[in-house]
């Protein structure tokens, strides 16, 4: 991966002035976001699911992201007996601000369509949950120049996703204690930080990437905390 010196300074920056989080932030931010009814789900594997977590949750109207596994066969896998399936992320976006096929572009923009890497826990693969999605691919692919049979990317009908397990959920958020410390004192279960847009956000922050959440939270502190 080639060295990006301004997310080493950022990391630099972020380490030497630490964000102040507080139980009120965190669920304020979190009770004015869009509603889950309101979005959309897409779900992508490019590699190892750490990564495109926080990449993705740094983009400007994804509310939500999860990490887990899809593609196979294998009922109720685990990272340890994962059977046929591959590391998948999804992106909980906000439609009538993003498009999916905005999406798309940043995914085809993160991995070579060309390669595949023979291990299926970490191959380049594209779901359809619904027609629209599948007819939104196959346009994106149309104006790329290429056809879903053409590259080694592969693209499948999303039939079932199983979520990770907790520990892999917001992975560069839960090494930062401060942060999990304000999580906790909100009194958020594993599927609460999961399925938290605040985390989503704080994920990509502790990742290095640039996202306005610092500024947006700084509006919702409470001075009481």
């Not at 897409?42 to 990564?51: H, K, L, M, N, R």
């Not at 999605?133 to 994106?140: K, L, S, Y």
Request: include cysteine; proline fraction near 4%.
């Amino acid at each position: 991966m080639r060295w990006d010196p301004r997310a080493a300074l950022r990391r630099f920056s972020r380490l030497v002035t630490p964000m102040e989080l507080t139980k009120t932030q965190i669920r304020e931010y979190d009770r004015h976001t869009v509603d889950s009814e309101q979005t959309e789900t897409a779900t992508f594997g490019i590699g190892c699911f750490w990564g495109p977590d926080a990449q993705f949750g740094a983009v400007d109207d994804v509310i939500r992201t999860r990490v887990g596994y899809a593609g196979g066969t294998k009922r109720d896998p685990t990272y340890h007996s994962l059977g046929d399936h591959t590391e998948v992320f999804q992106v909980e976006f906000n439609p009538n601000r993003i498009a999916y096929h905005d999406l798309l572009e940043l995914v085809f923009e993160s991995h070579n369509p060309q390669h595949q890497t023979r291990k299926t826990q970490y191959q380049n693969v594209v779901f359809a949950a619904t027609a629209s999605q599948r007819a939104t691919i196959d346009e994106f692919l149309t104006t790329q120049g290429f056809t879903a049979d053409g590259i080694e990317t592969r693209i499948e009908r999303l039939s079932r996703f199983y979520p990770a397990e907790e520990y892999h959920q917001k992975y560069k958020l839960r090494s930062v204690s401060s942060f999990m410390d304000a999580f906790d004192a909100a009194e958020y279960t594993d599927i609460d930080l999961r399925e938290s847009p605040t985390a989503a956000k704080l994920n990509a922050y502790a990742a290095g990437h640039d996202v306005a959440v610092s500024e947006e939270l700084e509006q919702l502190r409470d001075p009481v905390d």
